[in-house]
């Protein structure tokens, strides 16, 4: 009977070792790795980015304006194009943005759905995030309110959205939030827009929280950072 007992108590303490370690796991050895990750992504595109600037610019083909921004080709699945900034936040928040939403990509930074439109661009730009593991980048996103700036930067320009609605909770389900023209957003046309989405609670994902922006104004990088992100 003792020898049951003492079995069982070991048992009991093993998993209960073992749950300890996980949960340690997720709260704290992902987001070691997951900050890593995302500080690896925006060394590399500040990286590419200077590479772009050493190069010689030519002339625009075919006597186009140099003031006309060349379109914009689809981001590469997986692969990051472009650094967030929301000062509500903190103004030492940044987070890389990747194109796509699968797993391994949300483990590197923030995910574009590669569905919606690309940066700036006329149409629905959006982006997802954790709000817990993985680094938290959206951990405090209940603290984002309509007014508050959401940054953004390719490496040529700065876009400054505004945004206007939210954080607002709806179900998984729901995918018409990332529509070009969000039908609970208060958004009556086209526009250039911005969806942010995270779980919701905090440690679950029965349901989602949103906030929808504007483009509000576009300003070359070489101009200097936008007002939003000067203390």
Request: net charge positive.
């Amino acid at each position: 009977m003792r020898v049951v007992v003492r079995t069982f108590s070991e048992l009991c303490i093993t998993v209960g070792t073992l749950i300890v370690l996980f949960v340690a796991y997720v709260m704290f050895w992902t987001g070691v790795k997951a900050d890593s990750a995302m500080g690896d992504q925006i060394d590399r595109l500040q990286q590419e980015w200077a590479r772009a600037d050493a190069r010689p610019q030519s002339a625009p083909p075919g006597g186009a304006s140099q003031a006309d921004p060349p379109p914009q080709e689809p981001y590469k699945s997986g692969e990051p194009f472009a650094i967030m900034y929301i000062p509500r936040l903190g103004f030492t928040w940044n987070k890389p943005v990747l194109e796509g939403t699968g797993t391994d990509t949300l483990k590197k930074g923030l995910g574009h759905y590669a569905s919606t439109a690309l940066l700036g661009e006329k149409g629905n730009f959006s982006v997802a995030g954790h709000r817990r593991t993985y680094g938290d980048p959206f951990k405090d996103f209940p603290r984002l309110r309509p007014g508050d700036a959401v940054v953004l930067s390719d490496g040529t320009t700065w876009f400054t959205y505004r945004i206007d609605k939210g954080p607002y909770k709806t179900l998984p389900s729901d995918v018409q939030v990332i529509d070009p023209v969000p039908r609970k957003s208060g958004y009556t046309r086209e526009g250039r827009y911005l969806t942010l989405t995270t779980c919701e609670p905090e440690w679950g994902h029965s349901h989602r929280l949103i906030v929808w922006a504007h483009l509000d104004s576009t300003q070359p990088v070489e101009a200097g950072k936008p007002e939003a992100l000067r203390r």
